[in-house]
């Protein structure tokens, strides 16, 4: 056999071996670097893993090739690697061995070497402030998590990680750590995948263990965020329905409602059941339908539960008519999330009105949640608010959706995402009043909680009343950190509100002016403006939400017109059936998030209390909407108070009319209370050492009145640390052009009100306050792997990112009270974080803190210190008389 001649002697020393070497990685040896300039190139075998650890059997068939470049290879008896070499190297054979094509002769699809019924190894994406569709990649062996090395790896490698953890592939992958480095042991090199295997253990690999690798070569991946159809640890709905063969598909149910009772009825929970197939509504055939069906349907509109009804008006009403049928012998469990999921017949096209002769159109009656109950429901409404719910979502723009909570012992805390799926979402969604979920949501992608980590390993059936009655585990050690926080999105009722508001005039359809639809009567319609007197960044949030992007209203429209996308512009509502904008005046930022989430738009970034560059419809000028106050929470801008058909704006619509600029997330910023409770102390301070103190305001009225510099101050001290646990970072809302220059502290203060500081009596008096004039924002710390991007030094642009905290230490001038007026006594500690609402934040009810403070005049004590909405009403109670604010507006 002809061969490629040895350029040098001294390539043959790249591999030294010994008689006892079972193996050319146990040899001496230097890597191939180039591998198609090697005239001769040798590789080791590298064997596909089991999940014991035990290797399948190394030998492997030799394919000529000038290159080096891993293929799959097939089992041949096992030979002495050192018999092949000098074989090879006598025979000048230009090969890999290990590197051939695969032989799929015995035509059974399984991967050589493998055993097919092999349990897969546990496979996790790990790393800080990560993404749920990225991060380091780890394994789990003999105990232990450990990580891979980058070398060889390669796209097709990532694909495996990624299917393997339920993506449908992967996007890219990282050397070098990019995603922190590994603390375990270094448990795969050289691992080299075709890319159609199931798992990483299906891969060769040089074993168990063998590298020669640092932690700074951990492998890290980004997969597509797609999900596989069926995925336990994480599941969304189109994924079950995307899958289904065409014929089958459809995607939208909904309950026509035929009888007159319940034509104008918002929402509808009463009807006929269609589904859309092929572009067409078409009846699903009653025949085999039970209350399982009913539940499915039920679920998948938003609605809890159902009812059992009388059916005969229906029948009597349908019994004269023909109808189109397409689905028919529906069979379900009732613990499906999606009526496509179940077994069922289609109906051909030919006989799609014969098609039932056994029975006629289904007919469901669901039941609303508490939310969404129609009035005559009130008692039952009234006794559902009274109860202490075990489960809660937060973090969530629109309603129903969020980072899922439990309550245990009285605290709130988070759940991990470990086994996390559709089944257990619903639980959530139906006990808490929704249908069922829509998609099961992993890696705190609602924002990281802050209290513990309650649930780990949830394991539902789906009939569970609540979450708390479903199989978990505790949760022990740092097996779970809060970058793992399960959350949900649960089908709501459709309600119709985000048509009835709009924005106009804005760069994009996420803002511009705010513009309301009235009726004017005779079946005529107008637009009109909403005044922007005294228009928030929270009126602007109720206006994002009803436009699809967040709440929906009862009885009045919204949308969004003039914005260069659909994220912003001029907010116009719409109002028996007419058309016109909001006030601008008193339009603030809680207004603007019920906006963005009736919408549908998510949160707001900016309440626009004029609209000069949002043109709208020329045709919408009146203002229909003034004086709206939200406390930010509400489903729609109806829900808030305004001041109804007496409409007060001063300066007039047009160009002062209220418009929201809109965004999918935002921050989150928590205090982090154990560091104040470990940090007050009380301090003298000497007037001489307060004048610039004195110049920003940071000290009682009576010091004015003492002899400067003459004295001292008693201040109450302590050190508070700021973390920003949402999804966005943390920026000031005046730009750069409007910042403070302070020449005390030679630095710009970019929030005039970033923090409230109060010393409160038990029944909630105000006796001291802090008088910070204003805060400079940066990035004091991160977490490991986050890089800081905010400093308040060399005109530094200011804020806080993701991952990171402000620190406001001690000793630093105006971090105090000034108590030296406060008599001896038991009092309420409270700060609060971006009281004025000023910056839009996934959660404003995390943002008070609150401590028992016992001053006896020299000396403090601070106890008790914790977050507002850190446990449940009961406890909270026990805490003092006064419970302290805690954001939530009654």
Request: hydrophobic fraction near 35%; proline fraction near 4%.
């Amino acid at each position: 056999m002809p061969g490629v001649p040895l350029t040098s002697h001294s390539e043959l020393r790249q591999f030294m071996c010994s008689s006892s070497s079972s193996k050319l990685s146990s040899c001496n040896s230097h890597h191939c670097r180039d591998r198609r300039a090697s005239a001769v190139s040798l590789a080791l075998p590298r064997t596909p893993l089991s999940a014991r650890g035990a290797p399948s059997p190394p030998a492997m068939k030799l394919h000529a090739s000038r290159a080096c470049a891993p293929k799959v290879a097939t089992p041949l008896p096992p030979s002495p690697p050192l018999v092949l070499l000098l074989l090879l190297l006598l025979l000048g054979v230009t090969g890999c061995w290990g590197q051939g094509e695969a032989d799929n002769s015995e035509g059974d699809g399984s991967t050589p070497g493998v055993d097919a019924a092999e349990p897969a190894v546990k496979v996790r994406l790990a790393g800080p402030t990560r993404r749920f569709f990225e991060g380091r990649v780890e394994v789990y062996f003999n105990g232990e998590w450990g990580t891979v090395c980058d070398d060889d790896f390669n796209l097709q490698s990532a694909n495996v990680v990624c299917r393997e953890l339920g993506f449908t592939g992967a996007n890219t992958w990282a050397h070098s750590a990019k995603f922190g480095q590994g603390s375990g042991p270094i448990l795969l090199d050289n691992i080299y995948c075709n890319g159609e295997e199931r798992s990483l253990i299906q891969c060769q690999s040089n074993g168990w263990g063998v590298h020669d690798c640092k932690h700074s070569e951990d492998v890290s991946v980004i997969c597509l965020e797609k999900r596989l159809p069926g995925f336990e640890g994480h599941e969304d709905i189109s994924n079950f329905v995307e899958m289904l063969p065409s014929e089958r598909l459809f995607t939208e149910v909904r309950l026509k409602p035929v009888l007159r009772k319940g034509a104008k009825r918002v929402p509808v929970t009463e009807g006929v059941v269609e589904v859309k197939h092929g572009g067409r509504w078409s009846r699903v055939c009653d025949a085999g339908w039970a209350e399982e069906e009913a539940r499915v349907v039920c679920g998948m509109l938003g609605f809890p539960s159902h009812r059992v009804f009388d059916a005969q008006p229906y029948r009597a009403h349908l019994k004269k008519r023909t109808h189109g049928y397409w689905m028919r012998d529906v069979n379900c469990t009732g613990n499906e999330v999606h009526l496509a999921t179940c077994r069922f017949r289609t109906v051909p096209a030919r006989n799609n009105v014969t098609g039932c002769r056994d029975g006629g159109p289904a007919v469901v009656s669901c039941v609303p949640g508490p939310g969404y109950a129609h009035s005559h429901n009130s008692g039952f409404r009234k006794a559902y608010r009274s109860e202490q719910p075990l489960v809660r979502l937060k973090g969530g723009a629109q309603m129903g959706e969020g980072r899922v909570e439990v309550l245990k012992n009285g605290e709130w805390g988070t759940v991990c995402d470990e086994r996390w799926n559709l089944v257990a979402s619903s639980v959530v969604c139906r006990e808490l009043g929704f249908g069922a979920a829509q998609e099961a949501v992993p890696g705190a992608r609602f924002g990281q909680g802050t209290g513990p980590v309650h649930m780990t390993q949830v394991a539902c059936k789906g009939a569970e009343k609540s979450l708390t009655d479903c199989k978990f585990s505790e949760v022990g050690g740092n097996s779970c950190s809060h970058r793992e926080d399960a959350a949900v999105r649960c089908h709501v009722p459709a309600m119709g509100f985000e048509t009835r508001i709009r924005l106009t005039g804005g760069r994009n359809e996420r803002e511009g002016r705010v513009e309301v639809l009235v009726d004017k009567g005779n079946g005529k319609h107008k637009w009109g403006y909403i005044c922007s007197e005294d228009w928030r960044t929270l009126e602007a949030t109720v206006v994002c939400r009803q436009l699809g992007l967040g709440f929906a209203a009862q009885a009045m429209e919204i949308r969004l017109t003039g914005g260069r996308n659909e994220w912003e512009g001029r907010l116009e509502v719409r109002r028996s059936k007419r058309w016109g904008t909001v006030c601008g005046d008193g339009w603030t930022t809680l207004e603007a998030m019920v906006a963005c989430r009736q919408l549908g738009l998510g949160f707001a970034v900016h309440a626009l209390t004029e609209t000069w560059y949002f043109q709208g419809d020329s045709g919408v000028e009146e203002v229909l909407m003034s004086g709206v106050q939200c406390s930010g929470t509400e489903m729609s801008l109806a829900h808030c108070r305004h001041h109804g058909s007496r409409v007060k704006c001063k300066r007039g619509g047009g160009r002062y009319a209220a418009g929201v600029v809109c965004t999918e997330s935002a921050p989150d910023l928590v205090l982090n209370s154990r560091i104040v409770q470990e940090s007050a102390y009380l301090e003298d301070r000497p007037l001489h050492l307060l004048y610039c103190a004195a110049e920003e305001n940071c000290l009682s009225a009576s010091a004015s009145a003492m002899n400067w510099p003459y004295g001292s101050r008693r201040l109450l001290r302590f050190s508070s640390q700021i973390h920003n646990v949402g999804r966005t970072d943390f920026r000031p809302k005046a730009g750069s052009h409007a910042w403070v220059w302070h020449q005390c502290h030679r630095h710009y203060h970019s929030m005039e009100v970033f923090t409230h500081y109060d010393l409160l009596t038990l029944n909630g008096t105000k006796v001291a306050e802090g008088h910070k004039a204003s805060f400079c924002l940066e990035d004091t710390s991160c977490e490991p792997g986050v890089q800081k991007r905010y400093e308040c030094a060399n005109f530094g642009d200011q804020g806080i990112a993701v991952g990171c905290q402000d620190i406001y230490r001690h000793d630093i001038d105006c971090q105090w009270v000034d108590v030296t007026d406060v008599a001896p006594g038991d009092y309420i500690f409270q700060v609060v974080i971006n009281p004025n609402y000023e910056v839009s934040e996934t959660d404003f009810t995390n943002n008070a803190m609150k401590c028992n403070c016992k001053f006896d005049g020299h000396r403090v004590w601070m106890y008790n210190c914790h977050n507002g909405d850190a446990f449940s009403a009961e406890v909270e109670k026990l805490f003092d008389l006064y419970p302290g604010e805690n954001n939530l507006i009654s």
